[in-house]
């Protein structure tokens, strides 16, 4: 089965927010691949659940993860360091179609997993050594959908809250990463598993 065969409609918005360069493709893949993709990508990744340690006191991470990449570059964040897996065809497949897309060259893919609504990413910047400065972060979203929350570090006014939808794509790029910060909430409603991959490069 080709997972990418059908056409879809693709177009950006722009999130309007100073300070930041952010974009949303509600429709980056329709449905019925984003449905086929999901139900591939949940089953390959292997995903695992890494302890972290926050204001001294360790626990789960509220989400399975996964790192692949083009090599051995290692990535790390909240005191877990990652070894990337070699990309699956799949995985390599969305990497190119997103590289096309936005002109932008990734080789890494941080997978996130949120299993129900307790799933959760807590407020945080991609800004971690290895991605430079001012990094592109493009985001693809599988499965349930999940809202997105951005607020300006400095300026409380300054703030998005998006729901990104199976198929999506969300694109970060500019003193995003240096002005924002972004989360994951969790959510009392009853909702599905999401996959949430998250394309940057590593230096």
Same mark, same amino acid.
């Given at each position: ?5 059908? #056409? ?10 100073? $300070?930041?360069?952010? %974009?949303?493709?509600? @429709?980056?893949? =329709? ?32 989400r ?13 964040y ?13 995985l ?11 002109? #932008? ?10 299993? $129900?609504?307790?799933? %959760?990413?807590?407020? @945080?910047?991609? =800004?971690?050594?290895?991605?430079g ?19 300006h570090?400095?300026?409380?006014a ?9 198929g ?21 409603k ?12 590593l230096?």
């Amino acid at each position: 089965m080709n997972l990418f065969d059908s #056409e879809t409609s693709r177009i950006s918005h722009i999130v309007p927010l100073k $300070d930041a360069m952010v %974009s949303y493709t509600p @429709h980056f893949y =329709n449905t019925q691949n984003a449905s086929e993709i999901y139900q591939t990508l949940f089953s390959e990744i292997v995903w695992q659940e890494d302890e972290i340690t926050l204001f001294g006191k360790t626990h789960l991470q509220p989400r399975l993860t996964a790192l692949y990449g083009d090599d051995e570059t290692p990535y790390s964040y909240s005191g877990i360091v990652m070894t990337p897996r070699k990309f699956s065809r799949t995985l390599e497949k969305i990497k190119e179609d997103i590289s096309n897309y936005t002109g #932008e060259q990734f080789n890494a893919v941080l997978c996130n997993l949120y299993r $129900d609504g307790k799933d %959760s990413n807590g407020w @945080h910047s991609d =800004n971690e050594k290895e991605l430079g400065i001012d990094p592109f972060i493009a985001s693809l979203s599988l499965g349930e959908t999940r809202m997105f929350h951005l607020k300006h570090m400095q300026d409380t006014a300054s703030k998005a809250k998006l729901p990104l939808e199976s198929g999506s794509l969300l694109c970060m790029g500019g003193t995003t990463q240096a002005r924002y910060k972004h989360q994951v909430s969790k959510t009392q409603k009853q909702v599905g598993p999401r996959i949430n991959l998250t394309f940057r490069r590593l230096y």
